[in-house]
């Protein structure tokens, strides 16, 4: 079984200030994992996604998240937040061995970022 | 431009009525699968497909049809609308999702159509 837990439904920061979002899951494998943002009245987008080559992953816009295996956490950063950073974001965890094409949505959290 | 394309944006049906969402991609993406978003729910998925000709359900099926007669469309039938079916729905694909991290390559998501049920 999988789940994910997204641990702050809202969070609320300063323009410039850092960004986190926080993550754990539960994977009873090799876990898949993904961030996904949401501005208003649009689609997903995809940020990142871990691929286990690297813990770190890189995305876009300046998004940064972390692969803690022994934390089952994957927590979304960024050094600096900006106004255009201002959605929902959504956790995503995809484990192959519950049928590779059901992935598990958080509930999501909603950063605000303040001027 | 390449991507996947949903239709109607909008819809208002009344209790008992019936239609079909709309989803193509361009992208000749093997999986596709069907999210409904509620307020503090995120998305929970209805259907997927892994290939033409072959679906499964999803978390949360009743009320909800599907068929994949070809690569590209992915239609989505309610068959006897209900007010609990009011929601935004969201349409997605991948060129697969893999066996393990490596070759799981996420979703390109549709705009979503926003139905509501009176």
């Known amino acids: 079984a999988q789940s994910v837990t997204q641990l702050d439904s809202h969070v609320s920061v300063s323009e410039g200030t850092p960004v986190l979002l926080r993550c754990n899951y539960s994977s009873s494998y090799s876990p898949s994992l993904f961030w996904y943002v949401q501005h208003p009245n649009k689609g997903l987008q995809l940020l990142l996604k871990?691929?286990?080559?690297?813990?770190l992953v890189k995305g876009i816009n300046g998004f940064e998240a972390e692969f803690k295996k022994s934390e089952t956490s994957f927590h979304l950063t960024k050094p600096s937040a900006h106004m255009s950073d201002a959605a929902e974001y959504f956790c995503v965890v995809s484990d192959r061995h519950t049928n590779a094409g059901k992935s598990t949505f958080g509930d999501g959290t909603t950063l605000t970022v303040k001027p | 431009n390449a991507g996947v394309t949903q239709t109607p944006k909008f819809q208002v049906l009344k209790t008992g009525q019936s239609m079909t969402l709309q989803c193509a991609q361009d992208m000749n993406h093997e999986y596709m699968s069907w999210y409904r978003q509620d307020p503090g729910m995120g998305l929970r998925l209805i259907h997927y497909?892994?290939?033409?000709?072959?679906?499964d359900q999803g978390e949360v099926p009743n009320g909800y049809n599907v068929s994949r007669s070809t690569t590209e469309d992915f239609p989505l039938r309610l068959l006897s609308a209900a007010p609990s079916q009011t929601s935004v729905y969201f349409c997605?694909?991948?060129?697969?999702?893999?066996?393990?991290?490596?070759?799981?390559?996420?979703?390109?998501f549709g705009s979503g159509t926003r139905l509501t049920v009176v």
């Open positions: 871990y691929t286990s080559a690297a813990t």
């Open positions: 997605a694909s991948s060129p697969s999702v893999g066996q393990g991290p490596e070759t799981n390559y996420g979703y390109t």
């Open positions: 497909s892994v290939g033409a000709g072959i679906t």
